[in-house]
């Protein structure tokens, strides 16, 4: 019974509201990932969670019982830090013992968690070591051991891969995704800086914007496909999506805006005819323009090409509008520097927003 | 006047001469190796090699000869008879280990040992740490720091004022407090053992700030999420102090533990001071100085002498070794 209620919470420093009108229902076994712009309130709201920094108002649940002025080590949660905060004195072992030594469980008991959780982490040989005499990877692994070993009712991750270098991270985002599997009936939160661990990880995303509370909640496809607002829709996705300025021109099951650059895109989003004239933001990812030779609702001249191998990122500029264009092109495309290209995309992931807010969700 | 102008004249001599020899030294080295030519890299690094040796080497010199000589010359008298004109063999020590006085000030060292260091550590480490999340804490530091700023002898005098007893109107204020409480006036410096107690207030009082201030700056040290991390497994303010505050800040705790230690065996002015070993409260720096400078035994007194050294010298080894562990 490990459902996770967050009503109206708010966090405020002095004068200053850093987090406000959050709600959020995370239901026993999700992983919810925490996503944002650095300093939106991640950390806070997720110290929040565990008791590390108190409530300014609203109310935290944890199954069922009201959790705000509870002390940490029994609201059920554990936690892993970013730096891994190991009890450099302690053994391994120790520091993984260390919460069940203090709830005076017994030695056999004590034995026995840990063994569980050193073997579910292949942390078994270096149990006698201390933190400094391991690596950054398996440190962050004896960070998790020492949640397991508590057995909480919900983790709390606070970008704990970060100081992990690339391969290792993805190598250890794989481990907490099957970490996650045998442990279906544990809650996560985990708060990330990274796309990728966020899409590949979450069965929910909460996006927090800066000050304005939850920009939307969903799962990864969710936000991806169908983002609530110009801000969710350009920050999930590497590079953001495109916004151009525009004005419906034709309503109906199909949106036409006719674009300030003088271009027509289509969109599948479905307008009313009293939107005509409307001004909107046509919303583009950069891996959705396809290349065409007949009607390009997006053209210009190429200021850079960046290819990435698999891929060729351009940066095009058409007049009218105001910034650079991103695109991504399969395959290799360097010769497109300095020349035309001619752009169309597909009109089912074509995004209209009005006022910031899309028009799918009208 | 004469002295002024001779102290800066001196000041100037010395301090020109200095950089004189740094300019000097330099340059006869550039020029001998210079960072320049086919040969410039292999020149940089032998350059590099000498160049310290020509900054520190006067100063290693210089130390060596105030340090290493009189150590020699000490131990040398330390065989010698009281005028050091004659070879007395080791008889200055088989006189000490019978001596009643050395055998007390053996003892009240021991108790120093024993006393004042736990003592100074334990209230500086105390007082570091309640001094920390608190308002006028700084404020609170600058009352325990201040002794630090005064000299063992003015400790001595002012805390000699402390113990008085006075026939009279009463000036001293221990004696004071106990009256106030319908109690008899003592001569406190003169209760056997328990002066000795008195006095090792003085000294703890006054390495109890150096103790809070090295110490504090240890547990500021202390990553907070490791203390986060604690709060999470359930432990309370003590377990988190005794489990994961002190071990962490464990090494900081010996070297102050062992400065002071150095310290306390060579402790001379406040005993000298107030009560200049007297009624039981002989120590042995204060016996050194009474047999070399009123006895005027330079034989008996080196031979003291030595018996600090040899006591020091593991301490400070000791010290060192945990000072440079530190560093790396
Ligand atoms: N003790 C504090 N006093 C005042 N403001 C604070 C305090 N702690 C955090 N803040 C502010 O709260 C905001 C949120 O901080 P928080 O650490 O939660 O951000 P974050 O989303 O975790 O950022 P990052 O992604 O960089 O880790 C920041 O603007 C920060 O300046
Ligand atoms: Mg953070």
Not at chain 2, 192 to 202: G, Q
Request: charged share 15%; aromatic share 10%.
């Amino acid at each position: 019974m490990a459902n996770l209620k967050l009503t109206n919470v708010e966090k405020a420093y002095g004068d200053v509201k850093v987090l406000k009108n959050i709600n959020l229902d995370i239901k026993q076994g999700e992983l919810i990932v925490f996503v944002g712009p650095s300093g939106c309130g991640k950390s806070t709201l997720l110290r929040m969670i565990g008791g590390l920094e108190t409530i300014t108002s609203g109310t935290l649940e944890i199954g069922g019982q009201r959790m705000n002025d509870v002390p940490p080590a029994q609201r059920g949660i554990a936690m892993v830090f970013q730096s891994y905060a190991l009890y450099p004195h302690m053994t391994v072992r120790d520091n993984m013992s260390f919460a069940l030594k203090i709830a005076k469980k017994s030695a056999s008991e004590i034995d026995t968690a840990v063994k569980r959780a050193a073997e579910i982490l292949q942390l078994t040989p270096y149990l006698d070591r201390l933190p400094k005499a391991l690596s950054g990877g398996q440190r962050q692994r004896v960070a998790i051991g020492r949640a397991i070993v508590r057995d909480p009712q919900v983790y709390l991750f606070d970008e704990p891969l970060s100081n992990l270098d690339a391969a290792l991270r993805v190598a250890t985002r794989i481990e907490i995704a099957q970490l996650k599997e045998k442990m279906p009936n544990s809650t996560m939160i985990y708060v990330t800086h990274d796309q990728v661990e966020a899409m590949t990880l979450a069965s929910r995303i909460v996006v927090l914007t800066v000050g304005q509370g939850i920009g939307q909640v969903g799962t990864p496809l969710e936000l991806y496909e169908r983002p609530e607002n110009e801000f969710v829709a350009q920050f999930i996705g590497s590079p953001s999506m495109n916004l151009l300025d525009g004005e419906v021109t034709e309503t109906g099951a199909q949106t036409t805006v006719k674009l300030a650059s003088g271009g027509v895109a289509r969109s599948a989003v479905p307008t009313q005819a009293s939107d005509k004239g409307m001004k909107v933001r046509v919303g583009i990812r950069p891996e959705d323009f396809v290349a065409t030779t007949g009607e390009a609702a997006f053209t210009g001249e190429v200021d850079i090409t960046e290819a990435l191998g698999e891929l060729t990122q351009i940066y095009f500029r058409q007049g009218g509008d105001k910034g650079t264009i991103i695109a991504k092109m399969p395959g290799i495309h360097s010769n497109l520097r300095h020349n035309k290209v001619s752009l169309t995309a597909d009109p089912k992931k074509v995004h209209l927003f009005h006022n910031g807010k899309s028009l799918l969700y009208r | 006047m004469e002295q002024v102008l001779q102290a800066l004249v001196t000041i100037a001599i010395g301090v020109g001469g200095c950089a004189f020899w740094y300019w000097a030294s330099n340059t006869v080295l550039d020029t001998v190796y210079p960072a320049r030519g086919p040969n410039a890299g292999s020149n940089i690094n032998k350059a590099n090699l000498i160049r310290p040796w020509l900054f520190v080497g006067p100063a290693v010199v210089i130390l060596a000869a105030y340090l290493i000589y009189p150590v020699i010359n000490t131990l040398y008298r330390s065989f010698m008879d009281k005028t050091s004109s004659n070879f007395v063999g080791t008889s200055n020590y088989s006189w000490l280990l019978a001596d009643g006085k050395f055998h007390e000030s053996m003892l009240n060292q021991f108790l120093w040992l024993l006393v004042v260091p736990a003592l100074a550590t334990f209230f500086g480490l105390l007082a570091a740490q309640l001094t920390d999340r608190i308002r006028w804490g700084n404020f609170g530091k600058s009352l325990i720091f201040m002794p630090m700023a005064i000299s063992f002898v003015g400790a001595g005098v002012i805390w000699k004022f402390v113990y008085a007893n006075t026939e009279g109107s009463q000036i001293g204020l221990l004696n004071a407090v106990v009256q106030a409480f319908g109690g008899d006036p003592q001569h406190w410096l003169q209760l056997p053992f328990w002066n000795n107690i008195l006095l090792m207030v003085v000294l703890v009082w006054i390495q109890a700030g150096f103790a809070m201030v090295i110490l504090s700056a240890a547990l500021r040290g202390i990553p907070e999420d490791t203390i986060e991390a604690a709060i999470i497994d359930g432990a309370n303010p003590f377990q988190i102090f005794f489990k994961i505050k002190i071990p962490q800040i464990a090494s900081t705790i010996g070297v102050v533990w062992t400065t002071i230690t150095i310290t306390v065996l060579k402790v001379f002015d406040i005993v000298y001071v107030m009560t200049n070993g007297e009624w039981g409260t002989q120590v042995l720096a204060n016996m050194m100085y009474d047999l070399l400078f009123d006895q005027s035994d330079y034989g008996r007194g080196s031979a003291v002498a030595i018996v600090i050294m040899i006591l020091v010298l593991p301490i400070m080894w000791w010290n060192v070794r945990n000072a440079r562990k530190e560093l790396r």
